[in-house]
């Protein structure tokens, strides 16, 4: 077994780290949550929740550490230690299996100031950092139906702009506007405050001084959108076009899958009739296939394109596209 003095020197001077729920008095976490910051150190071997927040606690300077346990990618467990944020990405945008945890104490309490253009902190449970300009960021509370990610602009996509609001009810507008799954807020606007409305949440950038918030993952097995847009699916199921009026939660593959999308080109053979499942087996099994396209509603039956890359990923309205894993091969 290391002792504190050993685990401490395993610390890098690069990235920070991940949590564990099963140890709640580290301090509150975000699960499928990659937060990019200020790295203050890097935990390389062991990567353990605890070894992370022993290391984050001793460090003053680190605020919160994020982990990544490699996952289906097959990398060694490590985590970062960061001291202030620049954006936080969620599991939409490929986190799964990383965790934010914020150091017990270190969180920025309700209405503190949380940051500004330069970087902000993570604030108590139940609250979020919210740009008022570029010197003022603001614990505030978060709305109860959307997920809200400071620094990050839901680019393009756009169903409506809805001018004068304030950030909750920039939340209340696209729940329950048709096919809105998301939306990004502006306060510090010339024109006033802005509140654009999604129908995709595809268009993930950093962009300092605004926030998005993206509706909250639907359960298994329920309807998740149409040909007009989709909401994401809970852990482990993904989106699944079977017509333009029918979108659906189902179980993920073994493949890493992507809806709305189409790897345009690189085909290696068409295979007919199968379910989006047995497409990604279907690569998996075929040599030289790393990727596919999978297309439900067809004249002909059911579509399998087999790739031989991904290169040529672009948007299509009723297709899903999956890469193997490397467990596969």
């Known amino acids: 077994m290391l002792s504190t003095a050993c685990i401490v020197g395993l610390v890098s001077s690069s990235v920070a780290a991940i949590v564990n729920a099963a140890d709640p008095s580290c301090g509150l976490q975000y699960s499928n949550m990659n937060t990019e910051g200020d790295v203050v150190g890097t935990v390389l071997y062991p990567a353990s ?13 680190c605020q919160f550490f994020v982990t990544d346990d490699g996952g289906w990618r097959h990398i060694e467990p490590k ?17 799964a299996g990383k965790n934010t945890v914020v150091i017990s104490g270190r969180e920025i309490p309700a209405w503190g100031k949380c940051g500004d253009q330069n970087g902000f902190k993570l604030c108590s449970q139940g609250f979020y950092c919210q740009p008022w300009d570029s010197n003022y960021f603001q614990c505030i509370q978060k709305p109860s139906k959307c997920d809200v990610y400071t620094n990050v602009d839901l680019y393009g996509n756009d169903l409506k702009r809805i001018q004068g609001i304030k ?33 995709s949440v595809d ?22 959108g149409d040909s007009t847009g989709f909401r994401p699916c809970t852990d482990d199921f993904y989106c699944q076009p079977w017509d333009w009026s029918n979108y659906q939660c189902i179980k993920r593959p073994r493949c890493y899958v992507e809806t709305n999308i189409d790897y345009y080109g690189n085909d290696i053979k068409k295979v007919t009739g199968i379910g ?43 297709a899903v596209s999956g890469y193997v894993t490397p467990g596969m091969k």
């Open 167 to 199: 950030p909750g009810e920039c939340c209340d507008e696209c729940d329950k506007t048709m096919g809105c799954l998301g939306y990004t807020y502006v306060n510090d606007d010339p024109r006033g405050t802005q509140c654009y409305l999604k129908n």
């Open 49 to 61: 929740p605890e070894v992370c927040c022993t290391n984050c606690t001793a460090n003053p300077d």
């Open 276 to 318: 989006p499942g047995e497409c990604c087996e279907e690569c998996g099994k075929t040599p030289g296939c790393d990727s596919y396209t999978y297309v439900n509603d067809d004249p002909t039956g059911t579509q399998c394109y087999l790739k031989s890359s991904s290169a040529g990923r672009t948007k299509k309205i009723g």
């Open 203 to 224: 268009g993930w950038v950093k962009k300092i001084g605004v926030h998005s918030g993206v509706m909250p993952y639907l359960p298994p097995w329920s309807k998740c």
């Open 79 to 95: 985590c970062r230690l960061v001291s202030k944020a620049q954006t936080m990405v969620d599991y939409l945008r490929g986190s």
